[in-house]
């Protein structure tokens, strides 16, 4: 399978500019410079950077503070040597967590509208270095009956980037929360520089034991990998329909979260990195590692420390 140069192991700095209380002290301190060099230091070659719309949004126009976030992030990705994917987490009127109460989207086409806009906005600013930053539409669409609004959305919103941002790679996901099982679901490529995008959390009751947020699994149970059955062999079969869909489509496949819960062993989650490494590097599935610190999944916290060296030499 094809495979995309530059983002083959990569690192995401969730809850910076996304989930987040949005004060200044988190803005501008929760990821600092040093934090790239480290991920630049751990053979990372990219980060990705979840984004919420509100972050860049103002009540009459643009809010330049978080744009200058955003430009302050892929400043510090260039000086380490690392790509970047910009991630919008969140737009007006949906996010993948129904808590936070964004609804709306799919069907009200002024939120639409200003989706397009905003991603006009994005390729404006960073579209003009194609080889080093990447844009990913939407974080993790929900429920299936999005799915053929979702299609048509993604389709009209690459089309308006393009006169912007002409060679950028833009990332596209399904429902289920970016399920690679949805790859299926996802309408042909725009144009050769778009990419097929899934998360892999499999199997949830595994890399989610003890999720206090998860409601439609059991995942009171204390697990070890071997209990959990995810060998090679099972993400094998489970991403073969998505390499196979990838391949009829001449793109790439690519995953841009994946990880293992805070309330697991560490070494029980090491076993699981090695053996989805394991299938990324057969197929050229370039992928990025949720998440870099805390957001009860994060690879540079101290509990860490005794497979952190082992972890990042197979990420």
């Not at 989207?105 to 002024?110: L, Q, T, V």
């Not at 833009?170 to 399920?179: A, D, K, R, T």
């Not at 899934?198 to 009171?220: G, M, N």
Request: glycine share 8%; with cysteine.
């Amino acid at each position: 399978m094809k495979q995309w140069n530059g983002f083959r192991k990569g690192i995401n700095l969730g809850g910076w500019l996304s989930q987040c209380d949005y004060s200044r002290e988190r803005l501008e301190n929760f990821i600092r410079e040093d934090d790239l060099a480290r991920i630049a230091s751990w053979g990372a070659d990219h980060v990705r950077l979840p984004i919420d719309y509100n972050v860049l949004e103002a009540e009459n126009g643009w809010n330049e503070y978080g744009f200058d976030r955003v430009t302050t992030a892929v400043g510090w990705a260039r000086k380490h040597g690392l790509n970047i994917v910009l991630d919008l987490h969140k737009t007006a009127g949906f996010m993948f967590d129904q808590a936070v109460g964004e609804t709306g989207f799919f069907d009200d086409e002024r939120l639409q509208e200003r989706f397009y806009r905003l991603w006009e906005e994005l390729a404006r600013r960073f579209g003009g270095d194609p080889e080093h930053v990447a844009f990913e539409l939407l974080n993790e669409v929900t429920e299936e009956r999005f799915s053929p609004i979702w299609n048509r959305i993604a389709r009209t919103c690459i089309s308006r980037i393009r006169p912007i941002a002409p060679d950028t790679v833009i990332l596209v996901g399904s429902y289920h929360n970016n399920s690679v099982q949805a790859v299926l679901a996802l309408d042909a490529p725009y144009d050769d520089r778009v990419v097929y995008n899934f998360h892999c959390y499999d199997p949830l009751v595994f890399t989610h034991q003890h999720a206090y947020w998860v409601r439609h699994v059991d995942v009171s149970r204390d697990l070890t990998w071997e209990q959990s059955g995810a060998t090679p062999a099972y993400f094998e079969a489970l991403f073969a329909d998505a390499i196979r869909r990838a391949e009829e489509m001449g793109t790439v496949l690519y995953c841009g979260e994946y990880g293992v819960i805070d309330r697991t062993a560490p070494e029980e989650a090491l076993k699981w990195y090695r053996a989805i490494h394991t299938v990324f590097e057969k197929h050229h599935i370039g992928r990025c590692a949720w998440s870099y610190k805390e957001m009860d999944f994060g690879i540079a916290d101290e509990r860490m420390d005794g497979v952190r060296e082992e972890l990042v030499g197979v990420l």
